[in-house]
């Protein structure tokens, strides 16, 4: 079932998701639920969705890249559930990401995020995982992340003349940040 989409201004954006027990992870509330934000997920063309962007306040987030119309410059992510996450930062590098958000209608801007993390979470079956994760991917997950610590990307943009439409990104921004995400890529491999 394709849920509803909470924008910017909707309260439940700023509140922190609950840690789901392992007990809760294979019940058919919480696997019905998954279902419903990947299938969401997917019809927004996002690269991502966090449980709070459709208002459950539960420490989830799916991301998945594939030929992605919203950002045809990211690598791929294959689908990837994740259950309360942790991440580390394993580098003080940081790398500029200009990003958006299913909750942040037509607009874009410049963020920086740590290019070498690592991601410890369960999967939909309650296995638990722990991976390193680099480049332009690792910002996807730090931005999905954000969503269950009640943030916002707009929050961590430091040069608000940066802030721009979709449209005006196209025109003005989009092929240097395209060389630039080649840079990450070419030095991550993601
Ligand atoms: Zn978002």
């Known amino acids: 079932m394709k849920l509803t989409i909470a924008k910017i201004g909707d309260p439940v954006l700023r509140q922190v998701a609950k840690e789901i027990s392992p007990e809760e992870m294979s019940s058919e509330k919480v696997q019905t639920f998954i279902d419903d934000l990947i299938e969401t997920k997917r019809a927004a063309r996002g690269a991502g969705l966090a449980a709070p962007q459709v208002s459950v306040l539960w420490k989830i987030f799916v991301a998945e890249v594939d030929g992605n119309t919203r950002y045809p410059y990211k690598p791929k992510i294959p689908l990837t559930v994740v259950i309360n996450p942790q991440i580390t930062f394993l580098t003080e590098a940081r790398f500029a990401n200009?990003?958006?958000c299913l909750s942040v209608p037509d607009l874009r801007g410049v963020v920086e995020?740590?290019?070498?993390?690592?991601?410890e979470g369960f999967n939909r079956e309650g296995k638990p995982f722990n991976q390193v994760i680099k480049g332009i991917t690792a910002g996807t997950f730090q931005?999905?992340?954000?969503?269950?610590?009640?943030?916002?990307?707009?929050?961590?943009?430091?040069?608000?003349t940066s802030f721009c439409t979709w449209d005006e990104f196209k025109k003005h921004h989009e092929e240097s940040f395209r060389r630039q995400v080649g840079e990450v890529v070419a030095k991550y491999g993601s």
């Open 98 to 100: 200009f990003e958006g």
């Open 113 to 119: 995020r740590c290019p070498e993390i690592r991601l």
């Open 143 to 160: 931005h999905e992340n954000d969503h269950l610590n009640g943030m916002i990307f707009v929050d961590r943009v430091k040069d608000s």
